[in-house]
Nanobody, 127 residues
Framework: VQLVESGGGWVQPGGSLRVSCTTSGFTRDDMTVGWFRQAPGKEREPVSCIRLGRNDVYYRDSVKSRFTISSDNARNMVYLQMNRLKPEDTAIYYC?????????????????????WGPGTQVTVSS
């Protein structure tokens, strides 16, 4: 199982950005894929997760109504559309999954459950 993020960059506050996660090696149709982020000096935190096939989704409170997670199973892609971005959204964004079992969507709250991570993509929100 491999994950690679893309689409990060710099955007002004209030702007939009979409980050993408290219997946490979998935062995099940219902894997849970999550987006997590880590800002300098802070712990890694969950942003959003999706359970493929069921489309169960999870969002942390601070991104609800601004971010949307989606998947394109035919293209092995998971996306995170980020709108109305704020400076506090600045971080390295990672996508992750669990290779050998499928946590419930509430497992998104626990990054330690996820054992397969991409290298990350930087998102910077500033004027």
């Amino acid at each position: 199982v491999q994950l690679v993020e893309s689409g990060g960059g710099w955007v002004q506050p209030g702007g939009s950005l979409r980050v993408s996660c290219t997946t490979s090696g998935f062995t099940r149709d219902d894997m849970t894929v999550g987006w997590f982020r880590q800002a300098p000096g802070k712990e890694r935190e969950p942003v959003s997760c999706i359970r493929l096939g069921r489309n169960d989704v999870y969002y942390r409170d601070s991104v609800k109504s601004r971010f949307t997670i989606s998947s394109d199973n035919a293209r092995n892609m998971v996306y995170l559309q980020m709108n109305r971005l704020k400076p506090e959204d600045t971080a390295i964004y990672y996508c992750a999954t669990v290779a050998d079992w499928t946590p419930s969507i509430t497992g998104c709250r626990t990054p330690e459950l996820f054992d397969t991570w991409g290298p990350g993509t930087q998102v910077t929100v500033s004027s």
